[in-house]
């Protein structure tokens, strides 16, 4: 049986995940207490293949290494999976305003700045743990909702999903990355006038740096490592492993160098995902 915990802060998505999971087939328990988890699972395990369920700030145990326990009790045969969503401190603010729905610790006379700091505190535990980790600071429910079918179906075989992901610095590294490799110092199309409006995707900046020794051996070389390392990664029970490729703004040689990998890989495995962070930021693709 396939467990998946989802768990995040409040305002992060949860809701939407369950929603999501149970489209996808997942029988779903909304906010249960983490001390009933093994026996839930034992209980469900005949009937249900796959099982998502939610566990909020409310519902965690007094103490942080409690759950490391409890974990630790669940059935041998378990497939578990971890979910962590979360959203930057601004949006969760954000979106408490606009739903003006109570915070899960309000009632413990802090104000919601504070109560939304203290959640991160004590999700601590389980954030730590998250196999898979989503921030949806810049997703609509619609665009969350995709990228979670995606993550969860993409995961078929019970293999390691690769998923690489290009990215700008300038906006910030992606929180759930694994790795993260720099290619600021390749040479730059953006300062070429007819390169500098397309991306990584388009054929004349393709051609441009797979002709430059630099970006070939740097790819070559990123390449290898993860290679060297992947089987180790596999003994090691992770369902992701997050590769992300950053230059100045996401545009270009991230996106080349991310394809270029994703490429070789996807001739070898079934499990090979990718995602340009700033293409769908900045022009939706």
Known sequence: M????????SGSGKSVALRVLEDL???CVDN???????????T???????????????NLPQDPDELADILSYLPRKLDLTILYLDADHASLIKR?????????????????????????????????????YIDTTELNVH???????????????????????????KYGIPKDADFVFDARFLPNPHWEPELKPLTGLDQPVKDYLASQAVVAKYTWQINSFISSWLPHLERNNRSYLTI?????????????IAESLAESYRNQREDVQIRHRELVRHHGH
Do not use: W
């Open 32 to 42: 249960i207490p983490v001390n009933l988890l093994p026996t839930l699972a034992t």
């Open 44 to 58: 469900v395990m005949g009937q249900y293949e796959r099982v998502a369920v939610s566990i909020d700030v409310r």
């Open 244 to 256: 992300a490729i950053g230059c100045t703004g996401g545009q270009h040689r991230s996106v080349y």
């Open 143 to 169: 665009q969350l909702a995709e990228q979670l079918r995606e993550r969860i179906l993409g995961q078929k075989t019970g293999r390691l999903v690769m998923l690489f992901e290009s990215f700008g610095f």
């Open 96 to 132: 408490f305003s606009e739903t003006r729905r109570l915070h899960p610790l309000s009632h413990q006379a802090m104000s919601l700045d504070e109560a939304i700091s203290r959640e991160q505190q004590l999700l601590d535990p389980i954030s730590s743990r998250a196999d898979l």
């Open 25 to 27: 087939g997942y029988y």
């Open 2 to 9: 396939k467990l998946l915990v989802v768990s995040g802060r």
